[in-house]
């Protein structure tokens, strides 16, 4: 993937150092604005998954840049207390229902509804252009909460991510069905190719979930990540399928969304109980990690929903310029 244009002082000093343009990291400097936060932590971010091109790999351990990531990782925090309330202590015995609750009272905008009954052709691409910065790499974030678990929960985890993954079959992977939705678009397959054209919204979201995933200590907070995006998939993907089906899709660009409406309502059962619940039970101490996991991902994406909706319902653009 190549290095992103910068969006602030904060992030092009970053990328100007990974680039070999520059030596100084930006270390004690504050994001100018969220798009600046964001790209940066998403900078810092990639290179524990598939490096930047002409970006030496040695960076992803380098105690200067960690140092930086760990200061942005602080304002990252703090704005998802704003936005959720901090974990709570929670009785184990309860998060498979309390994830239940808090998905069922979730009241964010309905984008898959736009996307299936009013959604234009160019609007629908913008949308697969948004997903593509997380389909293109599906389920790697909550990958690395695997070496973390043990016992049930492990094994539980290992069932859903098989799924993800194809059960071993490369074009069942859901990385590469969603590939066929963009190609069907007409879009670039190549992996990060449109990170440059979204916002700090869409950059959240994926960097809410490498937030959880790459610290052991917020594996509670993964799975409940998880375990919302499986308890609020299969009828949203119905609908986003319905609505690329009115707009001509054809049964390859549909071919993502048919895929999990089937798989994710099996895996929230899986995902609330022998995973969430399992994992509370062996962990107590982590059970609220779980339920605000869950709530920083109902919260993120819903903000990710507001901004795309508000700039479609202006009769704007929902990508960057």
Same mark, same amino acid.
């Given at each position: 993937m190549k290095l992103p244009g910068p969006r602030g002082? =904060?992030?092009?000093?970053?990328?100007?150092?990974?680039?070999?343009?520059? &030596?100084d990291l930006p270390a004690g400097r504050a994001p100018d604005d969220d798009e600046d936060l964001q790209?940066?932590?998403?900078?810092?971010?990639? =290179?524990?998954?598939?490096g930047w091109d002409g970006v030496?790999?040695? %960076?992803? %351990?380098?105690?200067?840049?960690?140092?930086?990531?760990?200061?942005?990782?602080?304002?990252?925090?703090?704005?998802?207390?704003?936005? &959720?309330?901090?974990?709570?202590?929670?009785?184990?015995?309860?998060?498979?229902?309390?994830?239940?609750?808090?998905?069922a009272a979730d009241d964010g905008p309905s984008l898959s509804g736009y996307l299936r009954g009013r959604a234009t052709r160019e609007q629908f691409r913008e949308f697969v252009v948004h997903r593509s910065v997380y389909h293109l790499r599906e389920a790697d974030p909550h990958t690395w909460a695997i070496p973390r678990l043990a016992g049930r929960p492990k094994a539980a985890l290992i069932e859903i991510q098989a799924d993800e993954y194809g059960g071993g079959v490369t074009r069942r992977m859901h990385q590469e069905l969603f590939k066929q939705t963009m190609g069907w678009f007409g879009l670039d397959l190549t992996y990060g190719a449109y990170v440059d054209d979204v916002g700090a919204p869409t950059l959240a979201v994926n960097n809410l979930m490498s937030y959880f995933g790459l610290h052991r200590r917020r594996r509670g907070a993964v799975l409940g990540h998880l375990a919302a995006y499986e308890m609020t998939s299969s009828l949203p993907n119905r609908a986003y399928g319905n609505g690329l089906?009115?707009?001509?899709?054809?049964?390859?660009? &549909?071919?993502?969304?048919?895929?999990h409406v089937e798989a994710d309502a099996v895996h929230e059962q899986i995902a609330a109980h022998d995973l969430c619940g399992s994992f509370a039970a062996a962990e107590p101490e982590l059970?609220?990690?779980?339920?605000?996991?869950?709530?920083?991902?109902?919260?993120?994406?819903?903000? %990710?929903?507001?901004?795309?909706?508000?700039?479609w319902q202006k009769g704007l653009s929902s990508l960057r310029a």
């Amino acid at each position: 993937m190549k290095l992103p244009g910068p969006r602030g002082a =904060l992030s092009g000093a970053l990328i100007d150092v990974l680039a070999g343009k520059a &030596t100084d990291l930006p270390a004690g400097r504050a994001p100018d604005d969220d798009e600046d936060l964001q790209l940066a932590l998403f900078v810092c971010y990639e =290179l524990a998954y598939r490096g930047w091109d002409g970006v030496d790999d040695a %960076w992803e %351990w380098d105690p200067g840049l960690l140092s930086v990531r760990a200061a942005l990782e602080d304002h990252f925090a703090a704005g998802l207390r704003e936005l &959720t309330g901090p974990p709570a202590a929670t009785d184990p015995a309860d998060v498979p229902a309390l994830l239940a609750e808090a998905v069922a009272a979730d009241d964010g905008p309905s984008l898959s509804g736009y996307l299936r009954g009013r959604a234009t052709r160019e609007q629908f691409r913008e949308f697969v252009v948004h997903r593509s910065v997380y389909h293109l790499r599906e389920a790697d974030p909550h990958t690395w909460a695997i070496p973390r678990l043990a016992g049930r929960p492990k094994a539980a985890l290992i069932e859903i991510q098989a799924d993800e993954y194809g059960g071993g079959v490369t074009r069942r992977m859901h990385q590469e069905l969603f590939k066929q939705t963009m190609g069907w678009f007409g879009l670039d397959l190549t992996y990060g190719a449109y990170v440059d054209d979204v916002g700090a919204p869409t950059l959240a979201v994926n960097n809410l979930m490498s937030y959880f995933g790459l610290h052991r200590r917020r594996r509670g907070a993964v799975l409940g990540h998880l375990a919302a995006y499986e308890m609020t998939s299969s009828l949203p993907n119905r609908a986003y399928g319905n609505g690329l089906r009115r707009l001509g899709g054809d049964a390859g660009a &549909t071919a993502f969304y048919d895929e999990h409406v089937e798989a994710d309502a099996v895996h929230e059962q899986i995902a609330a109980h022998d995973l969430c619940g399992s994992f509370a039970a062996a962990e107590p101490e982590l059970a609220g990690d779980v339920l605000w996991g869950a709530r920083c991902a109902l919260a993120v994406d819903n903000r %990710w929903a507001f901004h795309v909706l508000e700039k479609w319902q202006k009769g704007l653009s929902s990508l960057r310029a």
